[in-house]
């Protein structure tokens, strides 16, 4: 007997099937068309880059993450594990060649050796977009207004972009005298929906002393409207300062597109990652809030410092397309087709083959995905297997094919229509 | 001074800035939307494998150019080199999920550390598309004609395809007694353009003697019409054979699709790949024929034979892109705008980014790709910008951003429209 090589995947690896590929398609097509809306315009960079490129100053969860190994020129490299560092990289590299502001966005699979225990995939997709070489509020806004659009736009339904600015709390903590322990503060307030409220007091206790951890919780926790919470926070760092100006003028610029309502200023949002430093935000679903957040991002103010001694700040933005799927798969809201064909060209005589694909070029150049179905058998299979594919028409061909009269099957309302003409059949295909 | 990491990337890969890859994305939607217009689907498998699965029997060529390493884990993983190994992998993993004959594309990228001194890259995408489970001529013919007509659906111009039976070679060789030599011969015969006649023929003596090398590229060399090419080398074999037979059957495919003149049929395509058993097919530029084969495949019995004993036979094909783009841009024929931003709404007031956003977003419920620009500055400075991103139109609103009337500048005609409502404004850009 045969020795096989059993067929199987990497653990957190997948394959996609064509019903799951087609939605995913269909998802990454919408949400670049609502990008491209927009002005973005698609970069693209290798998957796999020097490891010192992509790890930087390196260590930590990181480096314990990546797919690193050395290339048979021995040269030391590793996947990329975000668009984020490579973006940072591509700007240093590219300077010259971009002119500022510049919009763009990246669609592409990262890779990161993670714990597949809870439920996280080794390969996944980021749909990245942003904003470089512009500082201005309205850059701020329109990464905003296009999270929300594009996640409307593909069906995600209402949804809460819970918005911050991180400057604005590094002044409060500052003010407090606690400056120093301001990032293990930021990661420490950014756990606060996973660890939970005494657990958050304990450990900035730990960090600040009690009192100033109770003061620090009382920040973040502010509640109101956007507008009395800005109060609230503005009051709480003594008064008016550049962070909360800027965000009383995104909260103008909110209200001027009648978007408002899709925004809170939640000051317990900080984002734990070290390069932002301007506003911040992670974005929810309202029908399913506790599968976290969908896209999420900020404003930074030197990405590229790693690589070059230019500053080029920015903002933007990154959408998880997994978990996304996940939740747009939950809802129910993953409608998709289980594949392109609007009508299939049925097989009457394998001889005619060649007749066959030249009546469905007909069908192609009228606009209609036609399927030809390539081996004889029962009109009734034929039927049932186009049906399978989602076609809601079934061409049968007549005694001559191209020329003469065709059944036009409709598979939805199972009805005949005989002795038509390719042409009456296109039209009644294409009719809405 | 700050210790900068040099920004760079690893020989062989590419970064690609906007222009190229609005190109690139253009000519895989265009691909694309081919591929689904005869009712193939798409699939996606992992870019990481675990080695033995690539690697199969292994060994050869392969193994040397292989990005392969022990991941975290410590298992033994590498990089695709190709779509092929993954499909027949996937064949055999979900042969009870997909109902035959599937039709099914995949557009990826492959990695191999190719020797890059011969202008390879050694990341470089591939687009596949196979019928498996289907022995029909009807699905050979399938996968000839979407190859010609996707290659002129995306602009490459008249082509030649140029195919062959395998299966008729090896008749033909066994009738000379030299079966045991086939794979060799086979992979000599695939270089003889490269190689030349006279290597060829040497080459064949060493395998065959020197009457047979002769008869050989006889064989091969067979010239004229399709029909009068089938009748030499049918004779040559001794007369009728399911082979020849089937070259006929596609023949009269060719004929009634009125491709006929797209394909020749040309003995000295072997493909030197072992896994082919019946027709084969290189397809060439008739601008532009040097540049090689843009679009290559072949018939194959047995794909996933290596994990499964079921056989499942197919026939498919692989279209290189990045040849095809080497071609294209050679020939003057990728063009591709600058951006996809077709209006683009100046700068006058940033205060007013929030009108200009809710403004812009008529234009795109419209339907008109639609930047904001985020920053004010001079018109005539705006104009130039503008111009630079591809926009044909650019929008000056008024003192009322939103309700008032506005100008229109048409900046390829340089002239400016005043007073127009955006519905006005809309109209005149979905003007064709």
Tied chains: 1, 2.
Excluded at 288 to 294: A, D
């Amino acid at each position: 007997m045969a020795n096989f090589i059993e067929p199987r995947i990497l653990k957190g690896f997948r394959d996609f099937l064509p019903p799951a590929e087609i939605a995913r398609r269909n998802l990454i097509e919408r949400i670049e068309a609502s990008f491209r809306s927009y002005g973005f315009v698609p970069i693209d960079t290798p998957a796999l880059e020097y490891a010192e490129i992509l790890l930087g100053k390196g260590g930590g969860e990181t480096e314990k993450q990546i797919y690193r190994f050395n290339d048979n020129g021995g040269r030391d490299v590793a996947l990329r594990f975000d668009l984020t560092v490579p973006f940072a990289r591509f700007l240093a590299e590219h300077r010259g060649e971009l002119s500022l502001p510049f919009k763009r966005y990246h669609i592409a699979k990262v890779w990161r050796g993670e714990n597949t225990q809870r439920g996280r995939y080794r390969e996944f997709t980021q749909c990245d977009f942003d904003i470089v070489g512009s500082d201005s509020p309205a850059a701020d806004f329109e990464v905003l207004l296009i999270m929300r659009n594009t996640l409307r736009a593909i069906g995600a339904g209402e949804l809460t972009i819970r918005v911050n600015h991180r400057g604005l709390f590094n002044r409060f903590l500052a003010r407090l005298g606690v400056s120093e322990q301001s990032v293990e503060i930021l990661r420490t307030v950014d756990k606060l929906t996973k660890i939970g409220r005494e657990e958050t007091l304990c450990q900035l206790s730990d960090l600040s002393g009690p009192d100033k951890a109770g003061a620090i919780l009382g920040f973040i926790e502010a509640k109101g409207s956007f507008e009395e919470t800005l109060e609230t926070i503005s009051n709480a760092v003594g008064g008016d300062a550049p962070e909360s100006e800027r965000l009383r003028i995104l909260r103008r610029f909110m209200v001027d597109t009648g978007t408002a309502d899709s925004f809170v200023l939640d000051p317990s949002i900080t984002r734990g990652l070290d390069y932002y430093t301007g506003i911040v935000y992670e974005t929810f679903l309202n029908e399913l809030p506790g599968i976290g957040s969908v896209c999420s991002g900020g404003r930074y103010d030197n990405l590229a410092g790693l690589y070059s001694k230019e500053q080029v700040s920015g903002v933007g933005s990154s959408i998880g397309l997994d978990r996304l799927i996940a939740a747009l798969e939950f809802l129910g809201k993953l409608a998709a087709p289980p594949s392109y064909t609007q009508a299939v060209i049925a097989c009457v005589h394998e001889a005619e083959a060649g007749l066959y694909q030249a009546l469905a070029g007909k069908f192609r150049d009228a606009g209609i995905p036609c399927e030809v179905f390539l081996e004889e058998g029962k009109l009734t299979r034929q039927f049932i297997l186009a049906e399978k594919k989602g076609a809601r028409w079934l061409v049968i061909p007549g005694n001559e094919p191209l020329t003469g009269p065709l059944t036009l099957r409709d598979l939805g309302k199972r009805e005949n229509r005989e002795g038509l003409s390719w042409e009456e059949a296109a039209a009644l295909i294409n009719t809405p």
